[in-house]
């Protein structure tokens, strides 16, 4: 069983239609790549995963439970198991690192402060900011504020773990740090969809890359069929322009 099945998901903004019947899985521990040109509507699944964005269509399978987008009760199911981590990363600028991380678990999921603050200081830790938890956002780079954010979003103890594009509003030597933390999560079996345009740490992070254009899914596969013998004209002239660069 797939930790993740995604059927026929739909949505739409308006009148425009985003998603046209996305379908892909990902098995427990796994990577997924999502890519593909800009509006193709890889940010929407993710939102829509989580319920920021309303589906009009389609299911997901988180295990065997299946998450009905009109429910409540089950679209909170979901939010329990998958945390989203953006580009923009939006910490709490008046929080010192420590309280922009235990917040959530405690405020909204109350759990005992003390043992927040041990997982809190564990994956500060992970993330190469033990030192830095007494900070306040302002005093860390770019870099070490997404950092703070992955570890925020773990610490709401996620089985499934979305980031979109969380190196691109980095300077490029700022991006290999977070890069690491995220390597360290598929090393520890953290299942996850990323979106990225990073395609060399695509090719070496991912088990499926699913190539998305114009709110369907054109092509999946391992990184190196795709990126090296992709099947389809759409996915070869993609892989062929970005790769090239
Ligand atoms: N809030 C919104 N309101 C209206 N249209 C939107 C909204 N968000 C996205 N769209 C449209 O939906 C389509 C898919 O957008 P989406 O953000 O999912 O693309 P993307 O693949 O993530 O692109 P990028 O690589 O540029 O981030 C685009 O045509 C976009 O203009
Ligand atoms: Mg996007």
Known sequence: MPHLAVNELRARYGALDVLKGV????????????????????????????????????NVMINDDRIDFASTASLRRARDQIAIVFQQYNLFQNMRIIDNVTV?????????????????????????LADKLQAFPDQLSGGQQ????????????????????????????????????????????????????????????????????GGVVVEHGPPAQ?????????????FGKILRH
């Open 23 to 58: 379908s892909f899985s990902i098995e427990k521990g796994q990577v997924v790549a999502l890519v593909g040109p800009s509006g193709s509507g890889k940010s929407t699944v993710l939102r829509t995963l989580v319920g920021l964005t309303p589906a009009t269509g389609g």
């Open 104 to 128: 959530a678990p405690t405020k909204i999921k109350k759990r005992p402060k003390a043992e927040v603050r041990a997982d809190a200081e564990r994956l500060l830790a992970m993330v190469g």
């Open 146 to 213: 997404q950092r703070v954010a992955i570890a925020r979003a773990l610490a709401l103890h996620p089985e499934i773990l979305l980031l979109d594009e969380v190196t691109s509003a980095l300077d490029p030597e700022l991006v290999n740090e977070v890069l690491d933390s995220i390597r360290q999560l598929a090393e520890d079996g953290m299942t996850m969809v990323l979106v990225s345009h990073e395609m060399a740490f695509v090719r070496e992070i991912a088990d499926q890359v699913v190539f998305m254009d």
């Open 226 to 238: 795709l990126f090296d013998n992709p099947k389809t004209d759409r996915a070869r002239n993609f």
